[in-house]
């Protein structure tokens, strides 16, 4: 098979799937991978595995290095399915092997997968040598499982970062200066919005617990190898993580019969006034993983949907409910819709941010169509919530 070779005698032995389309609810139009990682020494460490279908995959790249029988050390950086869904069928063909984990890892492996492994629980800063090479662990709790942890290679400088600057995009080429950096940066910041953004504030201490590292490559468990661009994307990662907020404005609504939609678009000429940039997503038509990386630099959001059976239409339920469980604190954010004969939607969607930890401003709700003087309304509304987002953003002096 194809050898993918980090440094002598370390390998990239995981998977590439190119069809998966959804993972629990991110959309992957560019599939995911699944990587795993092999260091052949004196002693010989795995570390991680593949989600479950693709362990056949793994093994017979191992073995195209090596009798995986001879593994002497099974590191779980990670026990979600995506990281760990081969252990059982790995551990077949390495039954001597010491599984090197957490001690919350080991409980929720035990939970997940079954099996009386030899199980090595390790705690912060633990080392293990393989010989030539040793091993150290730094378990990053919480970035995004309590048992997550990383894994360092002191000497090759192979910083092992679980999900930790991952990207969902398939790329035939393993490392970052081998493929099309653009597309690589979006999916790394589609990512953290999706998948880190809850846990945001832990970023910065996280990245600075290895700070003093001589970090020459930074082996994720999604996407690309990072051996080009590591300080760019260290630098994405505490931006992203610190979450000071862009002078930007996200606005993202339903329509039923076209009020809503007026609406809407009479809200972003009067932000477009306010000289703020902003994006504009019919949720029908939009896809709710690109809305939300969008969402994580954005200072200001602005929800819309018409009421429809005393609530808000499911498009907007599901967006919201999406949305709360990522938790955008800080920003701040407005309803706006349409209604009949009665309301309910605007009341719907201010109880949806509130609790997903916004500073909820005052909406603008409407009867029936607007009329023209309404469109006038719903434009200045747009321009006050922008000068509102400007002085957010607007530097201390």
């Not at 195209?64 to 029988?69: F, G, L, M």
């Not at 709790?141 to 360092?152: A, F």
């Not at 910065?204 to 051996?227: C, E, L, Q, T």
């Given at each position: 098979?194809?050898?993918?070779?980090?440094?002598?005698?370390?390998?990239?032995?995981?998977?590439?799937?190119?069809?998966?389309?959804?993972?629990?609810?991110?959309?992957?139009?560019?599939?995911?991978?699944?990587?795993?990682?092999?260091?052949?020494?004196?002693?010989?460490?795995?570390?991680?595995?593949?989600?479950?279908?693709?362990?056949?995959?793994?093994?017979d790249?191992?073995?195209?290095?090596?009798?995986?029988?001879?593994?002497?050390?099974?590191?779980?950086?990670?026990?979600?399915?995506?990281?760990?869904?081969?252990?059982?069928?790995?551990?077949?063909?390495?039954?001597?092997?010491?599984?090197?984990?957490?001690?919350?890892?080991?409980?929720?492996?035990?939970?997940?997968?079954?099996?009386?492994?030899?199980?090595?629980?390790?705690?912060?800063?633990?080392?293990?040598?393989?010989?030539?090479?040793?091993?150290?662990?730094?378990?990053i709790?919480?970035?995004?499982?309590?048992?997550?942890?990383?894994?360092?290679l002191?000497?090759?400088?192979?910083?092992?970062s679980n999900?930790?600057?991952?990207?969902?995009?398939?790329?035939?080429?393993?490392?970052?200066?081998?493929?099309?950096?653009?597309?690589?940066y979006?999916?790394?910041?589609?990512?953290?919005?999706?998948?880190?953004?809850?846990?945001?504030?832990?970023?910065?201490?996280?990245?600075?617990?290895?700070?003093?590292?001589?970090?020459?490559?930074?082996?994720?468990?999604?996407?690309?190898?990072?051996?080009?661009?590591?300080g760019?994307?260290?630098?994405?990662?505490?931006?992203?993580?610190?979450?000071?907020?862009?002078?930007?404005?996200?606005?993202?609504?339903?329509?039923?019969?076209?009020?809503?939609?007026?609406?809407?678009?009479?809200?972003?000429?009067?932000?477009?006034?306010?000289?703020?940039?902003?994006?504009?997503?019919?949720?029908?038509?939009?896809?709710?993983?690109?809305?939300?990386?969008?969402?994580?630099?954005?200072?200001?959001?602005?929800?819309?949907?018409?009421?429809?059976?005393?609530?808000m239409?499911?498009?907007?339920?599901?967006?919201?409910?999406?949305?709360?469980?990522?938790?955008?604190?800080?920003?701040?954010?407005?309803?706006?819709?349409?209604?009949?004969?009665?309301?309910?939607?605007?009341?719907?969607?201010?109880?949806?941010?509130?609790?997903?930890?916004?500073?909820?401003?005052?909406?603008?709700n409407?009867?029936?169509?607007?009329?023209?003087?309404?469109?006038?309304?719903?434009?200045?509304?747009?321009?006050?919530?922008?000068?509102?987002?400007?002085?957010?953003?607007?530097p201390?002096?």
């Amino acid at each position: 098979m194809n050898r993918v070779e980090l440094a002598k005698g370390i390998y990239h032995v995981g998977a590439v799937d190119w069809n998966v389309r959804d993972f629990h609810g991110y959309s992957t139009p560019r599939g995911v991978t699944y990587n795993a990682y092999l260091i052949v020494d004196e002693k010989i460490a795995l570390i991680d595995t593949v989600k479950a279908p693709f362990a056949g995959e793994l093994l017979d790249r191992i073995r195209d290095i090596v009798d995986p029988a001879k593994i002497d050390y099974v590191i779980v950086n990670h026990v979600e399915n995506d990281h760990c869904g081969a252990l059982p069928e790995v551990m077949k063909h390495c039954p001597a092997a010491k599984v090197v984990i957490t001690e919350k890892g080991r409980q929720e492996a035990a939970k997940l997968y079954g099996g009386d492994y030899d199980y090595m629980v390790v705690k912060d800063k633990d080392t293990l040598s393989l010989g030539k090479h040793e091993l150290e662990f730094i378990p990053i709790t919480m970035l995004h499982w309590p048992d997550s942890m990383t894994t360092y290679l002191k000497s090759e400088g192979i910083y092992f970062s679980n999900d930790a600057f991952g990207q969902h995009i398939c790329t035939a080429k393993r490392f970052d200066d081998e493929v099309y950096m653009p597309d690589v940066y979006y999916e790394a910041e589609k990512y953290f919005a999706n998948i880190l953004m809850p846990y945001a504030r832990l970023i910065g201490r996280a990245i600075g617990r290895v700070a003093g590292y001589d970090i020459k490559m930074i082996a994720p468990s999604h996407g690309v190898i990072w051996r080009s661009h590591i300080g760019d994307i260290i630098a994405r990662y505490l931006a992203w993580g610190a979450g000071k907020p862009e002078e930007r404005i996200v606005l993202f609504y339903e329509t039923m019969w076209g009020g809503t939609e007026r609406m809407a678009r009479a809200i972003l000429e009067g932000i477009n006034k306010a000289g703020v940039p902003a994006t504009f997503y019919r949720l029908s038509a939009s896809d709710r993983s690109h809305i939300m990386s969008e969402v994580l630099m954005a200072a200001g959001l602005l929800v819309g949907s018409p009421t429809l059976n005393n609530g808000m239409m499911p498009a907007v339920g599901d967006m919201l409910t999406y949305l709360k469980g990522l938790r955008p604190a800080g920003k701040l954010a407005a309803a706006f819709g349409s209604y009949g004969w009665s309301g309910g939607a605007q009341k719907d969607i201010e109880e949806m941010l509130t609790k997903s930890g916004v500073v909820l401003e005052e909406g603008l709700n409407l009867d029936w169509t607007p009329s023209a003087e309404e469109i006038e309304k719903a434009e200045a509304f747009g321009y006050a919530f922008a000068l509102k987002v400007k002085a957010k953003c607007a530097p201390v002096e």
